[in-house]
């Protein structure tokens, strides 16, 4: 299974799903609006492998049962519309499988084995993971990123796949196995893609730059998770590098179930020419960098403004090395000599040299 961002690049599978369903319009005049930015719903804790740290739970085809009722976790919504839908600022969840998610009240519970919890996850995870950049500074003190409302379609895509299409702007999430929707990781990475596109136009023209993308989503995913993890209280078990373990139960044998890990020992004359295989030797040192910030008590908050800060200045077509050096330059300008040279130490653990 792949999470694949589309765009006009050859080297990108070409599987991308171009008709289908008409997007559902939840807006239903009949109906009242909550009047309310608030709600609440049920989510996962990022997923119920991570939550629980059982790694012999299986899908189920859906079941309620296949999940313990101590993986979901009640959360505020925040930034909705009023209109009683799942649709508000920095989310638009669009579905074209069973009714969308309504309540007059803005109360949104519901368990797996109704097509609504993924409607709820979805809003829920992107609102999060914006929120999230925005804490950093982006859209105040720092330009805005992708700070719109993401359309994303849900279980709209008849294969164990998701992707995030730059050209029409929305995010797609796949079914099979495991629903892409039910784990918050692929969300998260799906909006790594969208991240990318709204910084620059046409990212990803070659295979580095793709496994760069690739690499970002890995890396967004992870550290959302884990931020709204201490916001929330929520558990966190290892391995914390591990990517969407509850998706990979599906087609993974060994333990722990992880899609990809973003704390590897791949080197860049590892490299397949495969972004997603590729894409964790630049993940590697992302993670490599997050722990140096930390070990020079500047923490992860400043590795990720910073990482995020410099993608502004990445070309569509770059490669590792032009990459990093735009890292590095970010990292001297924010953070001073210290930072930066613990940016090129980490880039240089996978001999990515500039």
């Known amino acids: 299974m792949t999470h694949v961002r589309r765009t006009s690049a050859v080297f990108i599978a070409t599987s991308c799903l171009l008709g289908g369903a008409a997007l559902a319009a939840p807006a239903d005049a009949t109906k009242p609006g909550s009047g309310s930015s608030t709600g609440t719903g049920s989510v996962f804790m990022v997923n119920p492998v991570q939550s629980t740290g059982d790694q012999t739970l299986t899908d189920q085809k859906d079941a309620a049962a296949a999940v313990p009722a101590t993986a979901y976790a009640t959360v505020p919504l925040r930034n909705l519309d009023g209109s009683g839908y799942l649709v508000g600022r920095w989310v638009n969840v669009r579905s074209a499988t069973g009714d969308p998610a309504y309540s007059p009240t803005n109360t949104f519970s519901y368990t797996r084995d109704d097509d609504r919890f ?32 993401q359309d994303v379609r849900i279980d709209q895509y008849g294969v164990d796949n998701s992707y995030s299409w730059d050209k029409h702007d929305y995010i797609r999430l796949g079914k099979g196995g495991v629903d892409d929707a039910e784990d918050a990781e692929v969300i998260v990475h799906e909006y790594g893609h ?81 972004v997603h295989f590729d894409g964790t030797i630049w993940s590697a040192a992302l993670w490599d960098a997050r722990q140096r910030y930390a070990a020079l008590g500047l923490g992860s908050r400043a590795w990720d403004t910073t990482l995020v800060d410099s993608q502004f200045r990445y070309a569509a077509d770059t490669t590792f090395q032009a990459a990093a050096k735009a890292t590095y330059d970010t990292a001297l300008a924010r953070d001073g000599r210290r930072a930066a040279e613990a940016v090129r130490d980490a880039f240089a653990a996978r001999r990515i040299y500039f």
Do not use: K
């Open 118 to 149: 993924e409607q709820v996850m979805t809003y829920f995870w992107v609102n999060q993971a914006q929120e999230y950049l925005q804490s950093l500074g982006f859209g105040s003190t720092l330009p805005p990123v992708n700070a719109e409302s």
């Open 194 to 274: 969208a991240v990318h596109d709204a910084q620059v136009a046409g990212f990803g023209a070659t295979v580095d730059a793709g496994a760069i993308g690739e690499a970002f989503g890995d890396y967004l995913a992870v550290t959302v998770g884990l931020d709204a993890a201490r916001q929330y209280g929520w558990p966190v078990l290892a391995p914390e590098p591990c990517v969407a373990d509850w998706d990979a139960v599906s087609y993974t044998s060994t333990t722990p179930h992880c899609l990809r890990r973003i704390d590897t020992d791949r080197v860049l004359e590892d490299r397949r020419n495969q």
